[in-house]
């Protein structure tokens, strides 16, 4: 019934991961384990040129991680906001990944109606942005079609999103960096276009 823990326990287990460390990073999660409690938040900012930044992080010390982030923050050239600013800006979507496959016309319909919104489509992939809760509806259908999901996950996607110079570019994949090295960020989403 729960997405987002559904699509973790179906990564942890294309990682091989053991049972038994799933059921134990459950219990964790949900502070069935004294003492061992996580949170998970998003954080709203403004990056260099005040490009809108939605960071997901999961922590057992939300003061310690929030300061961390400012740090990074400040050192890159951006700024943390306030609650709400920067979230509207984005909107949650289920997504899914087909890698060098193209949908029929029949499948397409298929999918469409088991709720998928939009169908981008390139020489290396095809993919398919549903609402959070059409997602594993719509996995299954492709599935059930006989093509090979290579990604799926739930993602802040922006409305507009907005171009950036080469320079900005530097400037924040430098940031982006600096984010991805901080333990307890999960996932960085921007409105940039790259």
Same mark, same amino acid.
């Given at each position: 019934? =729960?997405? $987002?823990?559904?699509?973790?326990?179906? %990564?942890?287990?294309?990682?091989?991961?053991?049972?038994? =460390?799933?059921?134990?990073?459950i $219990?964790?999660?949900?502070?069935?384990?004294?003492?061992?409690? @996580?949170?998970e938040?998003?954080?709203?900012?403004?990056?260099?040129?005040? $490009?809108?930044?939605l960071?997901?992080?999961?922590?057992?010390?939300?003061?310690?991680?929030?300061?961390?982030?400012?740090?990074?923050?400040?050192?890159?050239?951006? %700024?943390?906001?306030?609650?709400?600013?920067?979230?509207?800006?984005f909107?949650?979507?289920? $997504?899914?990944?087909?890698?060098? &496959?193209?949908?029929?016309?029949?499948?397409?319909?298929k999918?469409?109606?088991?709720?998928?919104?939009?169908?981008?489509?390139?020489?290396?992939?095809?993919?398919? !942005?549903?609402?959070?809760?059409? @997602?594993?509806?719509?996995? &299954?259908?492709?599935?059930?079609?006989?093509?090979?999901?290579?990604?799926?996950?739930?993602? !802040? /996607?922006p409305?507009?999103?907005e171009?950036?110079s080469?320079?900005? &570019?530097?400037?924040?994949?430098? @940031? !982006?960096?600096?984010?991805?090295?901080? &333990?307890?960020?999960?996932? /960085?989403?921007?409105n940039? @276009?790259?």
């Amino acid at each position: 019934m =729960n997405p $987002k823990l559904r699509l973790a326990i179906d %990564k942890a287990r294309s990682m091989n991961m053991p049972t038994e =460390n799933i059921e134990r990073a459950i $219990k964790r999660g949900t502070g069935e384990i004294e003492g061992e409690g @996580l949170e998970e938040l998003f954080l709203e900012a403004y990056g260099p040129a005040g $490009k809108a930044l939605l960071i997901q992080i999961i922590t057992d010390n939300k003061n310690r991680t929030i300061a961390e982030i400012k740090h990074i923050l400040n050192e890159c050239g951006g %700024k943390m906001a306030s609650a709400g600013s920067v979230r509207w800006l984005f909107e949650e979507k289920g $997504k899914i990944i087909l890698e060098k &496959q193209r949908l029929t016309d029949d499948l397409e319909l298929k999918v469409i109606e088991a709720g998928a919104e939009d169908i981008q489509t390139d020489d290396e992939k095809t993919i398919i !942005f549903t609402k959070p809760e059409n @997602l594993e509806l719509t996995k &299954q259908k492709i599935l059930e079609a006989g093509f090979v999901i290579a990604e799926s996950s739930l993602d !802040f /996607v922006p409305k507009n999103a907005e171009k950036i110079s080469p320079s900005e &570019q530097e400037t924040y994949e430098k @940031l !982006f960096e600096a984010l991805d090295e901080q &333990q307890d960020v999960e996932e /960085v989403y921007s409105n940039i @276009l790259w």
